[in-house]
């Protein structure tokens, strides 16, 4: 009897310590472990579940295990994963208005483009994600993208004229490299590489880290730093997984959020920095183009289409351009 009683008071003493409903959140990211995004969300993961003491236990799932980024959006905003980081670059085909974001330049650099996402505006943006079930807690960096070519380096617009560079899938990407003379090809990321070094294309753009640890620059080792574009991140939750949260649990995940926001910028900087020096030490030429202006200056006609065809996001451009 003795043994027992001590027996169903042990076993009592587990169920009573144990969380009554922990809930495994499932986490998408297509980065690889050690990227910072990847450390970061890590980092988000554990405050959560130590923060609500085992109630919310995420699990983030990198290297795209779960899918491309497009069907991972569709599985976050119907409830099949609960939360991601994603790029804003493929977001415009479902949430129109995060098209601002890609277009070339609309940030001055990218202190601004944290100030610009952490503030109001920012907030007009997780209010238009929101609309299509997805709730964006913060917002990550991904540095800025610029010109990398296997022959020469570009100074002045019309070094890309006649070149062909492959782009991300979004017309206003074609339409910048256009503007400037070249030929945009939308590709598989994945193709790159062998495009690049069998001649199908000429160059790409990137950020640092990706030109890296992509070995792109193996077969283009001039880097042209323009600039152009300066597309945030998100650290988005389900709108349904974040419904069924109490305020308790929603101010932790959304504190949770912001400080794995900090920590993944604080690490790319660092990231960008190991990168670029590793690929000068290889023999990749870093070019500083001396007038980014000129290629600014071709970006009127990119803009006025956009307008033309979105006329209610003009203000949120103005609003952006005009935030120092």
């Known amino acids: 009897m003795t043994f027992n009683r ?151 617009p019309d070094d890309v004229k006649g070149m062909k560079f492959r782009v991300m899938n979004n017309d206003l990407y074609v339409d910048m490299v256009d503007q400037l003379g070249g030929n945009a090809t939308p590709m598989a990321y994945g193709e790159v590489y062998q495009s690049l070094k069998t001649g199908v294309i000429d160059g790409a753009e990137n950020n640092y880290p990706s030109y890296d640890s992509s070995n792109h620059f193996e077969v283009a080792p001039y880097y042209s730093i323009t600039n152009h574009l300066i597309i945030p991140e998100c650290l988005c939750v389900s709108v349904d997984t974040w419904e069924s949260l109490s305020e308790e649990d ?10 794995a926001a900090k920590e993944q910028r604080a690490l790319w900087a660092e990231r960008e920095k190991a990168s670029r020096a590793k690929v000068e030490a290889a023999g990749s030429q870093i070019n500083e183009v001396q007038d980014p202006k000129a290629f600014q200056d071709k970006m009127g006609p990119v803009y006025e289409k956009f307008i033309e065809a979105n006329p209610d996001l003009e203000k949120l451009i103005k609003d952006i351009q005009s935030t120092s």
């Open 250 to 259: 929603q101010a932790i995940v959304k504190e949770a959020a912001v400080a």
């Open 6 to 156: 001590i027996a169903l008071s042990c076993a009592f003493a587990a169920f009573v310590a144990a969380p009554a409903f922990a809930d495994d959140w499932r986490g998408w990211n297509i980065h690889p472990e050690d990227y910072p995004n990847s450390i970061a969300l890590e980092t988000f993961a554990a405050e959560v579940a130590e923060k609500t003491d085992g109630r919310i236990e995420p699990q983030v799932y990198h290297n795209a295990v779960l899918g491309a980024q497009p069907d991972a959006i569709e599985q976050v905003r119907n409830g099949g994963l609960d939360f991601a980081n994603f790029n804003m670059g493929p977001m415009g085909q479902i949430v129109p208005a995060t098209n601002v974001l890609s277009l070339p330049f609309i940030f001055q650099d990218v202190d601004q483009m944290h100030k610009v996402m952490d503030g109001e505006i920012g907030e007009r943006f997780s209010d238009a994600l929101a609309e299509e079930g997805l709730v964006a807690l913060s917002w990550f960096d991904s540095g800025s993208r610029s010109f990398y070519t296997t022959s020469k380096a570009i100074q002045t």
